[in-house]
C-alpha cells in the first residue's frame, strides 16, 4: 500500500510544484506590468 | 472565455477528484499484484497524455517551420513543457511500481530507456528554448521537435516488436484487461487530458502575455536612447 500511496503522493507534487512555477511566473508578469505602467503615467 | 476558466477548472477537478476515488476504492484489486496495481491508473493515463502532447508539439512545430506562425510557436512550447511534466510522472511512478512488483527500481529495459531518452530530449528542446537568446531559437527548437517526435511510436512500438520487461498494452496488444478496470482508466485519462488542456490554456495565455510584454519593454528600450538624443520627453514619445 505504501507504493500506491507513495506514486498517488510523488504525482500531485509534481503537478502542484509545476503549478506553484506558473504561478510564480504570473505574479512576476504582474508585477512588471503594473511597474510599466507606473514608469508611463510619470 | 475569462468567465468559462473557472467554470472548467472546477469540473476539471471534480472530475479528478472522481476518478481519484474511482482508482483507488471502487476499482477491483489485481489478483498477483494487489493494490499496488492501481498505480496502473495514473501510470497510463499520463503516459498517454504525455504522447499526445508530443505530438500535438511535433504539428505545431511543423506549422512553424511551414509558417512562421507565432501562435504554433507559442502552442509547440506549451505542450512540450506540459508533456515534460506528464512524462517526468511515468518515469517516477513507473519505478515506484516497478520495485514491488519486478523487485527492481529500474532496469536497462527497451521502453524504459526509451522513454528516459524521450524525458531528456524534451527536457534540452525546454532548456534550448530558456536559455539560447538567439533569433533563431524557435526555428531550431521546431526541428529539434520534429526529429524528437520521432521517439514517440518508438516508445509505444516498443514493446511490440521487442521482448521487454514492460507488460504488453492492455488495449490493442497482447494484454487482456477487466471491462472494471479498462473502464475506470478511460475515466482517469478523461480526467488528466482535461487537466492537461487547462495547465496548457494558461500557459499559452502567459507565454502570449509575457511576449507582449517583452516586445513593449524592448520597442521602449529602442525609443529611449533617441529620446534622450532630442532631448524629447519620455511622456512626449509617439509609440
Redesign the interface.
Known amino acids: 500500500?505504501s507504493?500506491?500511496y507513495?506514486?498517488?503522493i510523488?504525482?500531485w507534487i509534481?503537478?502542484v510544484g509545476?503549478?506553484g512555477t506558473?504561478l510564480r511566473?504570473?505574479t512576476r508578469?504582474k508585477r512588471?506590468?503594473q511597474e510599466?505602467n507606473r514608469r508611463?503615467e510619470? | 472565455m475569462k468567465r468559462v476558466f473557472p467554470i472548467l477548472a472546477v469540473l476539471t477537478a471534480a472530475l479528478l477528484s472522481y476518478a481519484?476515488f474511482q482508482a483507488?476504492v471502487a476499482a477491483p484489486t489485481e489478483q498477483s499484484m494487489g493494490?499496488?496495481q492501481?498505480?496502473f491508473y495514473?501510470?497510463v493515463p499520463?503516459a498517454w497524455t504525455a504522447f499526445i502532447l508530443f505530438f500535438i508539439n511535433f504539428f505545431a512545430s511543423i506549422a512553424y517551420l511551414i509558417w512562421r506562425n507565432t501562435k504554433a510557436d507559442i502552442v509547440a512550447l506549451v505542450t512540450a513543457e506540459?508533456g515534460v511534466?506528464f512524462c517526468?510522472?511515468v518515469l517516477?511512478?513507473g519505478p515506484?511500481?516497478a520495485?514491488?512488483v519486478w523487485g527492481i527500481w529500474w532496469t536497462w529495459d527497451l521502453r524504459l530507456t526509451l522513454t528516459l531518452v524521450l524525458w531528456l530530449i524534451y527536457v534540452s528542446y525546454l532548456v534550448l528554448r530558456r536559455f539560447s537568446s538567439s533569433g533563431q531559437t524557435p526555428l531550431l527548437a521546431a526541428v529539434l521537435a520534429v526529429f524528437g517526435a520521432l521517439d514517440v511510436p518508438l516508445v509505444y512500438f516498443s514493446i511490440w516488436f521487442f521482448r521487454t520487461q514492460h507488460p504488453q498494452p492492455v488495449i490493442g496488444g497482447g494484454g487482456s484487461i477487466d471491462p472494471r478496470m479498462l473502464h475506470i482508466l478511460l475515466i482517469n485519462w478523461l480526467a488528466f487530458s482535461c487537466?492537461a488542456a487547462l495547465?496548457c490554456w494558461?500557459?499559452y495565455r502567459?507565454e502570449a502575455?509575457?511576449r507582449e510584454?517583452d516586445e513593449?519593454?524592448a520597442l521602449?528600450a529602442l525609443l529611449e536612447p533617441r529620446s534622450s538624443r532630442t532631448g524629447t520627453s519620455q511622456?512626449g514619445r509617439t509609440r
Open positions: 500500500m507504493y500506491l507513495a506514486a498517488y510523488a504525482t509534481i503537478h509545476y503549478l506558473l511566473r504570473y508578469l512588471e506590468i510599466f508611463e510619470t | 481519484l483507488l493494490d499496488v492501481r498505480i495514473y501510470h499520463s506540459v511534466v517526468t510522472v517516477v511512478t515506484i511500481w520495485r514491488p487537466f495547465v494558461s500557459r502567459l502575455l509575457q510584454v513593449t519593454l521602449e511622456t
